[in-house]
């Protein structure tokens, strides 16, 4: 169409003179693209997927590739040796996306798929309809927000920003162009889950009073490692991309469940394990408490206040609209839902409570029946064609890590204060704090030059 830029034209604004590499990621113009162009059911999607190194990796692999549905043409990586190996599986793909996830088709054969080092050249393909990232999370916000203005609809693994505001662009720019976008929150497509907060939300406990959940660590500021020489093929200043530059080190870069020190335990890249594990758990306790579009109204510590250096910290509580408190204060176990009538939670794939009938007897003409997905990744790739949110929407996939950052926020509140106790009175419409400036004060950090977020997307 004349008078309307195409993807490369875009792309080619933001190149430097001669054709040299990409200096700084490209902001699509509101407006330009958003393909609004559906696809067939009878077509294949074509997917890109963004971070192979770990987790997407083994989604492509044992997930995508295993739909019939799809084509997977291209993957990138800033370290392009991950990227070339997308083809060979790892050892750790199966613990990654389990069998229970995987769709029952044989894998298709990715050595023909065509490996980038910039993300940016999978935006700039018109073929490619849609885009899996699985990036660390610092690097979550800014390419589902350029994927979406290039009209691709986007499957992005969990928690989907590194602060509250990262995750208002990107729910932003999904809304505006009109995009499919599925959360990397399996336990939606649970049947274990679903089971768990069907009960609840249809009164099998009665009124809930509190819910009992783990006491997630929090990320830190410890001293930094020695630093090592980049690798001759990792772009190491675009791995560390928003976020300062560290000195490389491979416990930095990590995997990000490695024991020790990795990304996620550094505050300028993650939320550590508040986050992480956090943003499973906490889901299930927003879809039980059928808070999807909103959250807790209070939040607060108590304790010694929070150490940054050490990561010992104060235990975190939240009040919930109709006085349901959740106590972040166990072990390692699920949410345990405490009611009226008993309680409830999963261990494994079982729905357990006591007394154990409410967990037995089976849900006859529910009031309320919540989205059934048996399979997170094909549920996105069927809501695609007939553009219908999916079981994990990103409204869902922010507000569910949004509950994880107030949890770190009202630690770091103890810590500049000095004291625990404080009621951080949380708006979860506005999502800010209505009396806490410091509070507030979290929502957003600051972004390297040239990764910043676009004011408007």
Known sequence: MAGKLTRRQVLLRATTAGGAALAAPYVIPSGVLAWSGRIGANERIVLGGIGVRRMGGALLRRGFARCPQVRIAAVADVDLRVAEAIATPRAEDERLVSDRWTPPHEPADLREVERYQD?????????????????????????????????????????????????????????????????????????????????????????VLRVIDRNYRSPVEPQLP????IPAQMDWDMWCGPSPRYPFNTSIQGNGMSPGLTYRSYRDFAGANFTCTGSHFLDMVQWALGMDDSGPIEVWTEGEPFDSRTGRGPRVFMLYPGDIR?????????????????????RGTDVVSDPPELAAEPLVDPQVELYRSTNHYLDWLECIPDRRRPVADVEMGHRSVT????????????????????????????????????????????????????EEV
Not at 226 to 229: I, L, M, N, R, V
């Open 119 to 207: 993300y940016r050249r999978i935006l700039d393909r018109e073929d490619i309809d849609a885009v899996v990232i699985a990036t660390p999370e610092h690097w979550h916000a800014l390419p589902c927000i350029q994927a979406a203005q290039a009209g691709m609809d986007i499957y992005c693994e969990k928690p989907l920003g590194r602060t509250i505001h990262e995750g208002q662009k990107i729910v932003q720019a999904v809304r505006k162009y009109e995009r499919v976008f599925q959360t990397g929150t399996q336990r939606r497509s649970a049947d274990e889950w679903y089971t768990a907060c069907s009960l609840i939300r249809n009164g099998r406990l009665g009124k």
């Open 226 to 229: 020695s630093s090592q020489d």
């Open 403 to 454: 509950v994880a950052h107030l949890g770190n926020i009202a630690r770091w509140v103890s810590e500049q204060t000095g004291e625990t106790g404080q009621r951080l009175q949380w708006d979860p419409r506005a999502e800010r704090f209505a009396n806490s400036d410091l509070a507030n004060s979290f929502l957003e950090q600051p972004s390297r030059e040239p990764y910043q977020l676009p």
């Open 326 to 346: 959740l106590e972040c204060t166990a072990g390692s176990s699920p949410p345990r839902f405490v009611g009226e009538n008993g309680t409830l939670t999963v």
